[in-house]
């Protein structure tokens, strides 16, 4: 069971999930503490334990990779869904007019990165890196031809201070059947500026940090990544686009290649300098309909997990960062790679 | 050294304090981890160490309480300030007219709830959260008297996974020369619904979750504790005044026994009945000038600490909430507590 409500006091749909949980009862003790992984335990993401997942959605095959791994990157339902395509999509209220809900109509998927239990996605092969955006920008153009997905969320979660349950390296999916306020907000600031400029936010704000070029990491032909002028976290990292694309679902097949050669060097600059932080990473694009807009800029954003938000982030919704992004960046710039 | 710098994207301003951190190498291996008090070190916040905290601003005496522990509840700046009254408010541009900053004015100060190192608030006796309340409502309205300051924000940390470093129980406010934009947004929200319909949205928040009556835990004369329909987080508790006041900061001397008995009913059932979370607490209230408006009700989130945000709720801002308020809520009323 699975459903939307509405917080009448942010303007924010909740969803509810209470299949993913234990019981009331089963919240004692439990603020999140690391989980080590128990040796003996089957990994279900692993080759050859296909059959103990819910059913295969997508796969990229494997060219000349020994039996039985004959996959690259594997597609699944999420066994512990926050919205599932069977709820319905309809509303009401409960009681009361600022009591309202809606069926929590969605999917979520699970993208197994690749065979390797072991190997992050900073350690993979950049073909590798290339065959997960693939399949990302597959499952994410996909979804969005059922017209009840408004927008489609790709993220990861690197480590267990990231949120991540299962040590298997995966990303995932969520799609929803309404556009997230924070989104709305953030595209409605974009929309405004381009109707006060005539640009591009997105593009001006990468502009403008290669002109500054104190916070740029690293860049190639087809994309630059620096950390952000007003960073909400330390070693807050984006990748952007040079090129303008709306949605991450119009990225030209050419244009994964460079794609992954950007995010495997910031993600191993991140690795090597940090001691391989836990971190999130998240794809921002248009929810549908937008894809042909001028306004917005489909980007990557990784939020290394280095500090603790406590109550007045919380309360306030305001970011105390406790490193400027230039200081940042240029140790990032310092950490060799190969 | 301390200032805001814009976000063009999310119209937040975030604060920067580098003097708070570590240099930038001295992130490697930062991701927060539990921290264990080594038992040999001195507390800055125990009685007969006054001398190693900056000096105090504010103190409630204690009365009949035996030397050196002649005080209730102490008030100091807090020694890593994220804003502070010696910075400049102005701002500039860097460069780019979407660089935008101002500098750090602000303050930020350190409340020590009691003398007792080792006494949660839960624990104390009513009298001493009730002078918690007061010194709290004193420092508010004090800070207030600045033209400069537009919004105080009151917050406590309780536990390490709810961001805080030191374990002797503290609350701390922040004082901002903005006000944050979440709280604009909520804010922005009550009015519209106040303009809309004549009535404070949080008044008929509170009638509405009284009349449902499945999500209340607890109630007084002039108070009511329950679990929001759309809870963003397990557990997450409001406690709400009966009667209207927009500012914490009006709230009658003699309203503030009541709210010291029903905060230590909530803080015992979330601490027998969970084990002792992690929890952050803010108090909401209204910005500089709006004290005496009907729109907005004061009053107290309490949010426990019981599972991570990953990817997709800082990638969306949307949450995903494993328990269903009237479950929890259910529970917690089933928490005998003295």
Excluded at 94 to 112: L, T
């Amino acid at each position: 069971m699975s459903l939307l409500r509405f917080d009448s006091t942010t303007n924010d749909w909740v969803i509810f999930a209470p299949s993913r949980a234990r019981r009331p009862d089963e919240f004692r003790g439990a603020c999140p503490k690391p989980t080590v992984e128990s040796p003996g335990k089957v990994c279900p993401f692993c080759p050859g334990n296909e059959h103990l997942t819910p059913p295969e959605i997508f796969r990229v095959p494997a060219w000349g990779l020994p039996k039985p791994t004959d996959w690259r990157v594997r597609v699944i339902p999420n066994r512990f869904p926050a919205l599932r395509i069977e709820e319905p999509i309809d509303g009401s209220t409960d009681g009361s007019p600022i009591f309202r809900h809606r069926g929590g109509c969605g999917a979520h998927e699970v993208i197994i990165e690749s065979p390797d239990h072991d190997v992050f996605l900073a350690q993979q092969p950049v073909e590798q890196i290339e065959a997960l955006l693939r399949t990302m920008q597959e499952r994410h153009n996909d979804l969005l031809r059922d017209p009840r997905f408004q927008m489609i969320v790709l993220f990861k979660n690197h480590g267990e201070g990231a949120g991540t349950s299962l040590r298997h390296p995966h990303c995932q999916l969520i799609a929803t059947p309404v556009v997230p306020r924070l989104l709305r907000t953030k595209l409605g600031i974009a929309v405004d500026y381009y109707d006060m400029t005539g640009h591009c936010l997105y593009c001006v704000l990468r502009n403008d940090e290669l002109e500054a070029s104190q916070r740029v990491v690293v860049q190639n032909s087809d994309y630059a990544a620096f950390l952000p002028y007003a960073s909400h976290v330390p070693f807050e990292t984006w990748i952007l686009p040079l090129s303008h694309h709306a949605s991450f679902g119009d990225v030209e097949r050419s244009k994964l290649r460079p794609l992954a050669e950007i995010l495997k060097s910031v993600l191993q600059k991140l690795s090597a300098g940090l001691d391989n932080p836990d971190y999130n990473l998240t794809i921002n694009t248009v929810p549908r309909g937008d894809e042909d807009k001028n306004y917005f800029l489909w980007h990557i954003e990784i939020l290394p997990r280095l500090t603790t938000p406590a109550g007045f982030e919380l309360g306030s919704g305001m970011s105390i960062n406790t490193v400027l992004p230039e200081e940042a960046a240029a140790y990032l710039r310092n950490v060799d790679v190969a």
